[in-house]
């Protein structure tokens, strides 16, 4: 898909997580406990670690709070045992839509899912049932005034696997999982800063929405996304934000 409202898209989700900044951290805190658990403190020798402390810096999580939840994770400090659980179902259009979660109470957190699904417009399904339309890969997103040549010369130096050109102008640089870092980092000693960089699950096709749909979609999203135990939602849902 050439991804005509990316740009868009990326603005918003960055602006909404400004505005909800206290629940932005407290996912935050949870992720980076949750990776410190299970691949130690140091992030230099943590890839899920480093991913989790990214995000908290961009959003100027305070650092006293990041080193807490490492400590927590590490057991230097007591916390909350929290498991990995991820639901998957339909949105708007039939979008698919997988959202992941870290709960201490399952029970809890899959009735809270199901209402949200149910409450607007889609529908919960079976494990696997959409996994299979996203892509595990690293991911980074240029602003549209990017030095496209300088861009493409330096990601397929550095080992990317694709450059997408969207509509908008933006520039899509996707990497193995395994490489993200090493291709970020390598970019970023160029001076070629991304906007919007995670290794996430990208959709290989996208359902466009616009209209009463994208209306209806994002408040499906929204309300998935302001649930506690809800870390991350993936959705091959291309929201229209010029309508």
């Known amino acids: ?7 868009a898209n990326i603005q918003h989700r960055k602006g909404r997580q400004d505005e909800k900044r206290g629940a932005v ?3 935050l805190a949870k992720e980076i406990v949750v990776a ?3 691949g130690g403190g140091d992030v230099n020798f943590n890839p899920r670690l480093r991913v989790a402390v990214d995000k908290a810096k961009a959003v100027n999580m305070p650092k006293d709070k990041i080193d807490n939840a490492i400590k927590k994770g590490t057991g230097e400090l007591a916390g909350v045992e929290y498991v990995e659980v991820r639901y998957e179902g339909y949105g708007i259009g039939g979008a698919a839509v997988m959202v992941d979660c870290l709960t201490d109470n399952k029970t809890r957190t899959v009735a809270d899912v199901r209402h949200a699904f149910s409450k607007h417009g889609g529908n919960m399904g079976t494990d696997g049932c959409v996994a299979f339309q996203f892509k595990h890969c690293g991911q ?3 602003s ?4 496209e040549a300088k861009l493409s010369d330096a990601a397929i130096e550095a080992g990317a696997d694709d450059i997408i050109n969207n509509e908008d102008g933006s520039i899509e640089i996707i990497t193995a999982p395994s490489d993200f870092f090493a291709v970020k980092d ?3 000693k160029e001076n070629l800063i991304p ?9 290989e096709s996208e359902t466009e929405l616009s209209g009463d749909d994208a209306v209806k979609m994002q408040k499906l ?19 229209n934000s010029d309508e």
């Open 140 to 142: 980074m997103i240029f």
């Open 25 to 27: 951290f407290s996912k």
């Open 195 to 203: 906007e919007f960089a995670e290794i996430t699950m990208k959709p």
């Open 36 to 38: 410190a658990k299970m």
């Open 1 to 7: 898909m050439a991804g005509h409202s990316k740009w």
């Open 144 to 147: 549209p005034n990017t030095d």
């Open 221 to 239: 999203l929204d309300a998935l996304e302001s649930l506690d135990d809800v870390q991350e939602i993936y959705t091959t849902a291309a929201i």
């Open 186 to 188: 390598a970019l970023e």
